[in-house]
């Protein structure tokens, strides 16, 4: 299947890339993640990351479908 | 009008709160997240909000839709700033108001806590010595515990 990865804030640091298209057939978004980290060292799995699908909040163990757009969010902190 | 707004400009507080005044209501509670000059005891000079606004517009709603719900209150907003930020600014701001006041500072405490943990927002702050982090991230470094072992983030 082929996804759609988005990379914001700490991330995009870390992979110098805001987006990529990557063909892929993890099982789900978790094992993308590692998948991704395989390509980019700099990619560091932190406690309190977020994983959003399509503009929905999901969890590390959602499945990814054909098309997807997955989204990757370092830990967050507003306020 | 909605009741979670994100702006690049600075929050206009007083037309925040006249927006929440309501007949029914007694009371009224409000938060303002203020940018302040050091962070875990470095001086820091200005700040910058990243936010991913189609969810965290999204988000924020929700967050005030429950926080209406759990506590009965008449009224909650907040606005976020994004951005760049100088020092004493208000990053957030948050108001509830409820027949009583017991139901606003709850919800008041809910919202924001809640908009802290949940939204897409990113902070990084900018350091007198020019470096510049994004928080929370550094703090894992400092704390010793990157890269993580495990094969994906929990």
Redesign the interface.
Known sequence: MQVTVRY???FR?ATGLETETVDSGAP????L??ECRQRHPGL?????????IN???VQ?DSPVSDGDEV?F??????? | MKNFEITSSPIDLDTFRNCLVDRSCGGYAQFEGWVRDHNEGQPVLRLEYEIYEPLALKEGERILAEARERFGVTRAAAVHRGGLMEITEAAVVVGVASPHRQEAFEACRYVIDQLKVRLPIWKKEHYADGRAEWVNCQRCAEHGHPPHPREAPL
């Open positions: 914001f804030a700490a640091e789900s978004t978790g094992a993640f590692e560091v799995a932190w406690d309190a990351s977020l994983v959003a503009d929905e909040m590390w989204l969010f370092p830990p967050v902190a507003g306020g």
